[in-house]
């Protein structure tokens, strides 16, 4: 996504904050409105924020606050400042790591992300190559990729179903079930549950199993 396009997007939730405050009541920033717009402006952050970055750190720290009139103040703050740093280009460097047109793959992206110092993001990544290979792997052998109801599959079942299907063993089920979890933690903020020497062994053992399984 361009950055204006994400400038933008946060453009609107700001706005709709300052609509609210305008009232200048505390009903207010405790209304139906008002949790919904903490619900907007977290899933903004998430989705605009690098994965790592301190304003998803910050985020994740507001996440368990039940008082919705003071949590909306300290997100839109977040908000505020990854917007103000997208116009400023102070965010380029990241961003210019992920979308680079040089990167051939995901895990070429994640290793580019881990050498500059940015061992969550490029968990992220290292996972989300990951799991689409666990779904190219089940369309090449005739698993199926939905439910019953046409939902996707989640990445863990579809492993255990390649299992069933005899595609690979349990050690390498519980590997991946493994690798997953280390994907998980860095999308949700367990940033010190893991190091950067994991990563990197995250990165290799991937390739590996995609070399070994071919898709």
Do not use: Q, W
């Given at each position: 996504m361009e950055v204006d396009k994400m400038v933008e997007q946060l453009d609107v939730l700001i706005a709709e904050y300052k609509e609210l405050i305008a009232v200048r009541s505390d009903t207010a920033l405790a209304s139906d409105r008002a949790k919904l717009l903490v619900s907007r402006l977290e899933a903004a952050i998430d989705r605009l924020a690098v994965p790592g970055s301190s304003y998803v750190q910050q985020l994740d720290l507001y996440r368990v606050e039940k008082r919705v009139k003071f949590k909306i103040r300290e997100i839109h703050s977040i908000a505020l400042g990854l917007r103000d740093d997208l116009k400023a280009g102070w965010t380029t460097s990241v961003m210019e790591l992920?979308?680079?047109?040089?990167?051939?793959?995901?895990l070429e992206m994640a290793e580019t992300l881990l050498k500059s110092g940015y061992k969550d993001p490029a968990a992220v990544i290292t996972g989300t190559s990951l799991e689409v290979h666990i779904r190219?792997?089940?369309?090449?052998?005739g698993v199926d990729t939905e439910l019953p109801n046409g939902a996707p599959k989640k990445a863990d079942v579809m492993n255990s179903d390649l299992k069933k299907g005899g595609i690979y063993n349990e050690a390498r089920k519980k590997q991946i079930t493994a690798w997953m979890?280390?994907?998980?933690?860095?999308?949700?903020?367990?940033y010190a549950s893991y190091d950067e020497h994991q990563v990197?062994?995250?990165?290799?053992?991937?390739?590996?199993?995609?070399?070994?399984?071919?898709?």
């Open positions: 992920v979308h680079a047109d040089t990167h051939s793959d995901y190219m792997l089940c369309v090449r052998h979890d280390l994907r998980n933690r860095a999308a949700h903020g367990g990197r062994m995250f990165i290799e053992g991937v390739r590996d199993f995609i070399l070994k399984y071919p898709a």
